[in-house]
């Protein structure tokens, strides 16, 4: 279960932090959270992030444990935002969602690491 949750993660992570360079619509979407400022900063963090589940996973844990904290803490801000600009349960559960997924992933590498 971890192996596939650390996988689909750090695809989801990838693929949204390369949309948050290089697409037009993250553009629109970081100007209604009135957070346009950190589109990018957001993207190349979610790339480092997605890079470090992986590092962590195939390599170094301690990686992966940094990477999945550094994400969760990315997506619980990313849940309060939404909840702030009040987005439709919906349009918030994605963020809750890999909020509480790198929650798990955080506790798998400290088993990993003991």
């Not at 949309?19 to 957001?42: D, N, P, Q, W």
């Not at 990686?63 to 801000?77: H, R, Y």
Request: hydrophobic share 55%; net charge positive; proline share 2%.
């Amino acid at each position: 279960m971890f192996n596939s949750f650390c996988l689909l993660t750090t695809i989801a992570f990838l693929i949204y932090g390369l949309s948050c360079i290089f697409s037009g619509h993250m553009v629109a979407e970081f100007e209604r959270y009135r957070l346009a400022r950190f589109r990018m900063l957001t993207g190349y963090l979610q790339i480092m992030g997605a890079v470090g589940l992986l590092v962590g996973f195939l390599f170094i844990p301690a990686a992966g444990l940094v990477a999945a904290l550094g994400l969760c803490v990315q997506m619980l801000l990313g849940f309060g935002v939404r909840l702030i600009i009040r987005d439709s349960l919906l349009q918030c559960l994605p963020s809750f969602g890999f909020m509480l997924i790198n929650a798990g992933l955080v506790y798998g590498f400290v088993n990993r690491l003991t």
